[in-house]
């Protein structure tokens, strides 16, 4: 039997806690996620899907329940622990803004490699320029983050969620504003590295031909899980 | 990438040339800021030294005078007045008293560099039909000239003062229509007269001193005074300047003696400087404050323009203080390179006006004093204040919800 690797256990999230404008958004959400599992969550636009992957992405707090990452009780932590375990555990790839314009692609890889180590090394460099190949991107590693397709900028966001050999990636909405085959490829890409290196993800997709070509899917309708 | 900065400055650098217009303008504002009070500082600075250095050699640092003569008020008994009304009496050319044993002691005093006894005193001098009310220097050239430097003022002539010689101010020289080589007829109020020639015309820059100074060796001056023997005044300098009033509070209380310090002369002087100085501190912390206006406004704006980047780099795992360092970085480093690029304007604009500014008679202006202390000051505090404003908008920053900037 697969290990897990997170837990959710009753979480609820509100929104405007305290104001007149209270809204809960996720109710009693009970979930779990095993090492090496490639998950897709769908759903309606507003049902919480983006709220659930910034709790899981430890980016927010459930307004009350828990959340268990490898057995350990994240409410907690403070945060600078949560800070460190969010750059060690978990890489992410959004829908919109990326990349951080500022720098070259292999810069924008190397950056959470940077951020936990301080200052910048060959070794971090050459990692950067390894994780480019995977994602077929080696010859662009110093176009700047601009100057890239959005599936191009999609695939380096994709080795740039991978820097710190992270246990899950969160992917929301990945491949929302890619056309059909740039779609295709980041999806092959990500299932790949999951095949290959034992990486979780959760995909928050509303493309159902993608979704079924998950591990599993999950739907949120309204703030509940249905499985 | 380079190799040597951490990921604070690498990104600071980025954030900063990335946001190029920006950076130039404020960078410019904060060059313009340093400019001014770069080249405001170091004028001021060589005009003040140019003043205390033209002082210092045309006049004695200290001199030391008898003491006023005062009318003493008859009096009955204790406390009583008999006669409210005092008059001052007139103030006639008197010797110190025993000004050989004054003069050995202040040769004495170890911070006293020079010594020197004048006779000063009005006589008239004529020529031809004109004449002409000065007042007549009696020295000791090799003491005196130590003290006060006649050679460095002289622009016609030399400052030879054998007995029968007279060096006269230029002014002078033109009211009597005379010149180097001509005879001049001096008049006491004593009645005494002699007939000098003209060694040489001084010019100390000062319209009024150079119509009535004139200077000739102690003893013809005393000859001429009626007054063998005697000196009016004893000319010093010291070691330490703005030491000067201290020591001539000392000299006088120790003697019988009045002591003028060139700081009580130029009293006038140092109330304008300090008023300079008041107005130049107002401007400096005003020029400061704009500044540091200046720099928080633009990275206010660049933490909203650039809040999904700080989302993104918190969700990588950039803690607050790293996002909080980046942005204090950015207000240092627009700060220093601001003050860099200030200091040099201020520099060339200082070296351009120096070229060109003159004084009436053809000489500099003002010394140009570029010391490197000012630079490194002005860099120090451009930076200090690029932190300080930086430290809002930072804050900010760091306290940016990456949930909230994400979605934004
Ligand atoms: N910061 C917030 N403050 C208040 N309400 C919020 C906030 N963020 C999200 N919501 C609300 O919470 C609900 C769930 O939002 P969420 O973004 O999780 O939906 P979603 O499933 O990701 O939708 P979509 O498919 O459109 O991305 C929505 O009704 C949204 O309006
Ligand atoms: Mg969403």
């Known amino acids: ?227 | 990438m380079n190799r040597w900065l951490p990921f604070e400055w690498v990104t600071a650098v980025r954030f900063l040339r990335e946001g190029r217009l920006q950076t130039i303008f404020i960078i410019g504002g904060i060059a313009i800021g340093v400019a001014v009070i770069v080249f405001m500082s170091a004028m001021l600075a060589g005009l003040q030294a140019n003043f205390i250095k033209r002082v210092l050699t045309s006049q004695p640092q200290i001199q030391l005078l008898r003491p006023d003569q005062v009318a003493r008020p008859l009096r009955n008994g204790p406390g009583e007045i008999e006669d409210a009304v005092v008059q001052r009496p007139s103030q006639r050319v008197i010797s110190i008293d025993q000004w050989p044993k004054i003069r050995s002691q202040m040769l004495a005093m170890p911070e006293i560099t020079a010594v020197s006894p004048t006779i000063a005193g009005s006589v008239l001098a004529v020529r031809g039909d004109s004449s002409r009310a000065v007042t007549l220097t009696g020295v000791e050239p090799d003491t005196y000239f130590n003290i006060v430097r006649v050679p460095d003022y002289i622009v016609a002539g030399q400052a030879r003062l054998t007995s029968d010689d007279i060096v006269i101010g230029i002014e002078l020289a033109r009211i009597l229509g005379a010149t180097v080589g001509d005879k001049l007829n001096i008049q006491a109020a004593s009645g005494a007269i002699r007939v000098l020639t003209i060694a040489g015309l001084v010019d100390f820059g000062n319209k009024g001193t150079n119509q009535r100074a004139t200077f000739v060796a102690l003893r013809t001056g005393q000859s001429l005074l009626g007054m063998i023997g005697g000196v009016t005044t004893i000319d010093m300098t010291v070691k330490d300047i703005y030491a000067a009033e201290e020591i001539a509070k000392r000299i006088e209380a120790a003697n019988p003696v009045e002591a003028d310090s060139w700081i009580a002369t130029n009293a006038q002087f140092f109330t304008a400087v300090r008023a300079q100085e008041t107005s130049n501190t107002l401007i400096r912390l005003f020029v400061g404050l704009s500044v540091a206006f200046g720099i928080a406004a633009v990275l206010v704006v660049s933490v909203i323009q650039r809040s999904k980047d700080i989302g993104i780099l918190r969700a990588m795992g950039t803690s607050r203080g790293q996002i909080l360092r980046v942005f204090l970085l950015q207000g240092g480093l627009l700060g220093f390179v601001g003050s860099l690029v200030g200091a040099a304007m201020g520099a060339a604009a200082l070296i351009y006006w120096h070229s060109i500014a003159r004084q009436a008679d053809g000489s500099e202006l003002f010394p140009l004093i570029l010391e490197r202390r000012l630079f490194i000051l002005t860099a120090l505090l451009a930076t200090v204040t690029g932190l300080l404003a930086a430290m809002a908008p930072a804050v900010r920053a760091a306290r940016l919800d990456p949930v909230v900037a994400i979605r934004g």
């Open chain 1, 1 to 227: 039997m697969a290990s897990e690797l997170l837990r959710l256990e009753k979480v609820c999230k509100s929104y405007n806690v305290g104001l007149p404008t209270e809204t809960e958004v996720l109710h009693d959400v009970d979930l779990r996620l095993d090492h090496g599992e490639f998950l897709a969550l769908m759903g309606p636009s507003g049902s919480g899907k983006s709220t659930l992957l910034n709790i899981v992405g430890l980016l927010d707090r459930p307004t009350s329940g828990r959340l268990l990452i490898k057995g350990e009780d994240t409410s907690a932590l403070g945060d600078a622990a949560i800070t460190h375990l969010r750059g060690h555990t978990i890489g992410f790839v959004f829908q919109y803004h990326l990349l951080i314009s500022a720098f070259t692609a292999r810069e924008n890889v190397m950056m959470p490699m940077l951020v936990d180590r301080r200052f910048p090394s060959a070794e971090i460099e050459t990692r950067a320029q390894q994780l480019l190949a995977q994602v077929g991107l080696e010859k662009f590693a110093n176009n700047l983050a601009n100057n890239m397709s959005g599936g191009q900028q999609q695939r380096v966001a994709v080795a740039r969620a991978l820097a710190m050999n992270p246990d899950l990636v969160l992917a929301d909405e990945p491949t929302g504003n890619l056309d059909t085959k740039s779609a295709d490829a980041v999806f092959e890409l990500m299932r790949q590295v999951n095949r290959e290196a034992g990486t979780s993800f959760l995909l928050v997709t509303h493309n159902m031909e993608l979704a079924r070509r998950c591990d599993r899917i999950i739907e949120v309708v309204d703030g509940r899980i249905h499985a």
